[in-house]
């Protein structure tokens, strides 16, 4: 991809997302109306908030880049060699609940390979965004993740949801508390990697993501200076995966607790 079309992407992700962000935040606060709805899934909701914002969004995409495809979490997509990856509202739950723990993520992949991540927090007002090999900024502000030295001192997010584990998920919080390290889930994977990007949290995992939640917070983390798992998994970008991304220096000791987690026997 050259540099000159690179970065007219990046700048039409930024904005992108900005202004969805604001679509979605005139829904939050009550100044367009919504229903909410249950995807069948324990507490996996949507809402008319996330399609109006995810359709939106697809028709900025397709208006500015025709010849592009978009994977969205509602109306889902085909993939392509130019594959815009969407959630319009990351964090769904929260939002519907009057909690300001959400986000707009878009990523942009070309050929398979992650080039551009944007994910903007409407209620702080900063928006994230990456592109491959030249760093990760909030606000225009370069960011780097952690020097955290160990698990004494860190604090991580721990994504769960309902298609998960249970016992595996309490497993390694159980190990990751034991260690040392402060747990936490603010419920928003997006805004979770988006946070360890810029240092606040200092490693991030989560059995399995999709990669609308996923895509653009590892690239945040990649270009930020963190270390990631590999991503998808082996089914494929519409499968998802498992997401692990931490701060170098504490990295492989996630990854053993991950690993020994993974032991727990299933119940019966």
């Known amino acids: 991809m050259r540099e000159a079309r690179l970065g007219e992407h990046a700048r039409f992700a930024g904005a992108l997302a900005r202004s969805a962000g604001a679509l979605?935040?005139?829904?939050?606060?009550?100044?367009?109306?919504?229903?909410?709805?249950?995807?069948?899934?324990?507490q996996d909701w949507v809402s008319a908030a996330d399609r109006a914002v995810e359709g939106y969004i697809r028709d900025a995409i397709s208006e500015r880049f025709p010849d592009d495809a978009m994977?969205?979490?509602?109306?889902?997509?085909?993939?392509?060699?130019?594959?815009?990856?969407?959630d319009p509202i990351d964090g769904t739950?929260?939002?519907v609940h009057g909690m300001r723990y959400w986000c707009v993520s878009i990523a942009y992949i070309e050929r398979g390979v992650r080039r551009i991540g944007a994910i903007y927090d409407p209620s702080l007002d900063e928006l994230f965004?990456?592109?491959?090999?030249?760093?990760?900024?909030?606000?225009?502000?370069?960011?780097?993740v952690s020097?955290?030295?160990?698990?004494?001192?860190?604090?991580?997010?721990?994504?769960?949801?309902?298609?998960?584990?249970?016992?595996?998920?309490?497993?390694l919080r159980g190990a990751l508390l034991s260690a040392g390290a402060a747990v936490k889930d603010p419920g928003a994977g997006a805004l979770m990697l988006a946070h360890v990007a810029s240092g606040r949290f200092d490693a991030f995992y989560e059995p399995h993501m999709h990669p609308w939640d996923a895509s653009a917070g590892l690239l945040l983390i990649q270009e930020a200076g963190g270390r990631i798992a590999?991503?998808?998994?082996?089914?494929?970008?519409?499968?998802?995966?498992?997401?692990?991304a931490a701060a170098p220096a504490i990295y492989d000791r996630i990854e053993e607790l991950v690993t020994a987690s993974r032991k727990t026997p299933a119940p019966r």
């Open 24 to 42: 979605a935040q005139r829904y939050f606060g009550g100044e367009l109306a919504f229903a909410v709805e249950s995807k069948g899934e324990r």
């Open 71 to 86: 994977l969205g979490e509602e109306a889902g997509g085909a993939l392509s060699d130019r594959l815009w990856v969407v």
């Open 93 to 95: 739950l929260n939002f």
């Open 129 to 144: 965004v990456a592109v491959a090999g030249h760093g990760s900024r909030c606000n225009d502000a370069p960011i780097r």
């Open 147 to 171: 020097a955290c030295p160990s698990l004494d001192d860190a604090l991580i997010s721990q994504g769960y949801v309902h298609r998960h584990d249970l016992d595996r998920h309490l497993a």
């Open 230 to 244: 590999a991503y998808p998994g082996s089914n494929g970008l519409v499968a998802g995966g498992e997401v692990l």
